[in-house]
């Protein structure tokens, strides 16, 4: 069945991740960036979960999973080796209507975590409903070597660009134009040699008068 495509935000949310195994600390090192309140229950874990905990970046409970647990989880992860727990993980998430993800059980998953690559705020996700996971990190890999550091600077200058366009007013058929032809530039390749002033020339170019083209840099410059 194809699956929907959404980027959701966590912040702030309860996560709860059951198991304390590898896959737990990949699963908990993909959610904390995001803001999430982490919760992971597990009578083990491995050493980085343990120093997460100690740190205060998520709540261990240092026992098995039960019943009535996933009360108030906005996502679940099922990530143990015990078939058992791992139904009932899933069964108690379904009859909540808590999305769930259950590891090596992509039939038994209501939501799946796609491989992924990040520059900035730009987020690149790579799925393949659960088929070939293998495939869907080999894309990533090349995706990772297309679309480097210039891409999360471009992302940001584009948004401070937006905000001070949209202020100004103007038609959207004009702020439209505005960014098609910064994105039509050289701007990429100027972003990833690091050449400021011819940046800043092109920028100049292109925008408004009223456009502080050097604040705007300021925001993205390394």
């Known amino acids: 069945m194809p699956l929907y495509p959404v980027n959701i935000s966590i912040e702030g949310r309860l996560c709860l991740v059951v198991g304390g195994g590898k896959v737990a600390v990949r699963k908990v090192e993909s959610l904390l960036p995001c803001g999430a309140r982490v919760q992971l229950i597990s009578p083990e874990v491995e050493s980085r979960i343990a120093e997460l905990a100690g740190k205060g970046l998520l709540q261990w409970i240092k026992r098995k999973y039960k019943p009535g647990d996933l009360q108030g989880a906005m996502l679940v992860f099922a990530a143990t080796d015990n078939e058992q727990v791992q139904e009932a993980v899933f069964t108690e998430a379904n009859t909540l209507e808590i999305p769930v993800n259950v590891i090596s059980h992509p039939e038994e998953c209501t939501f799946q975590i796609p491989a992924s690559m990040r520059q900035g705020d730009l987020l690149l996700t790579v799925a393949t409903g659960g088929a070939s996971p293998a495939l869907a990190a080999r894309i990533r890999q090349k995706l990772e070597g297309q679309f480097g550091v210039e891409y999360g600077q471009l992302v ?19 702020h439209k134009l505005i960014f098609e032809r910064i994105l039509d530039s050289d701007i990429v390749d100027y972003l990833k040699t690091g050449q400021w002033l011819e940046t800043e020339k092109l920028l100049k170019s292109i925008l408004p008068p009223f456009c502080d083209v050097a604040v705007l840099l300021d925001g993205i410059r390394n």
């Open 156 to 174: 940001a200058l584009m948004a401070a660009v937006r905000k001070a366009i949209l202020a100004s007013g103007g038609t959207q058929k004009e």
